[in-house]
């Protein structure tokens, strides 16, 4: 984690002709003469594609671009090319409706990643930061980051095995704040409130 540093820290919101994404239509059926490795993330790997979403809606560069897709079963389906699996349907091949659930994810085939709870807290956390440049990097040299949107927000993403015990500097001011990524917003009431002071331990 901590190889990102450098993007993050010089990336700004004047970078507006960028748009940045974690995976894509193309993507997800390993369509990317970009990508050698074939080392695409996607919604198969939930925790994985969490913290890569959380990273990218994080920090200030470009236009976001959060992926909604349905599932991709090559296991049921190994005789169709990839690049033409196409949404879920019935006998008929009428396209089955979106239904979701109680938390507001996607089911009967579909996956409607921008539906997670994880991944609406950071889209809201993107719209609060807005320009607030990045500051107060930290990371464990290894697989924990942690970085400030100057008095606005502060993230810590943790990619480890070990819980990391340390004292950070939010830049934020003493007060009550939002945990976006375990909470919910709703009426402007958040689900899970942490008194979190201009310092924090995690």
Not at 83 to 92: E, I, M, T, W
Request: net charge neutral; with cysteine.
């Amino acid at each position: 984690m901590r190889e990102l540093k450098t993007e993050v820290t010089t990336s700004s919101t004047t970078d507006e002709d960028d748009v940045v994404y974690v995976d894509s239509h193309d993507t997800q059926r390993g369509v990317d003469v970009y990508n050698f490795e074939d080392d695409v993330v996607t919604y198969q790997d939930r925790k994985i594609y969490v913290l890569a979403n959380a990273v990218m809606l994080a920090q200030p560069r470009g236009i976001p671009r959060v992926m909604s897709s349905y599932k991709l079963d090559r296991k049921t389906e190994p005789f169709v090319p990839p690049r033409v699996l196409g949404p879920p349907v019935d006998q008929a091949f009428n396209t089955l409706p979106v239904l979701k659930k109680a938390n507001y994810e996607c089911y009967n085939g579909w996956i409607c990643e921008h539906r997670w709870r994880e991944i609406r807290g950071m889209v809201q956390f993107r719209n609060a930061v807005r320009a607030a440049p990045v500051t107060a990097w930290w990371d464990d040299g290894a697989d924990a980051i942690a970085f400030a949107r100057q008095g606005k927000g502060f993230i810590v993403i943790n990619n480890g095995r070990s819980t990391v015990n340390t004292l950070l500097n939010t830049t934020l001011p003493q007060g009550y704040y939002c945990d976006v990524l375990n909470g919910e917003v709703r009426d402007e009431q958040q689900s899970l409130p942490r008194p979190f002071s201009t310092q924090l331990r995690f």
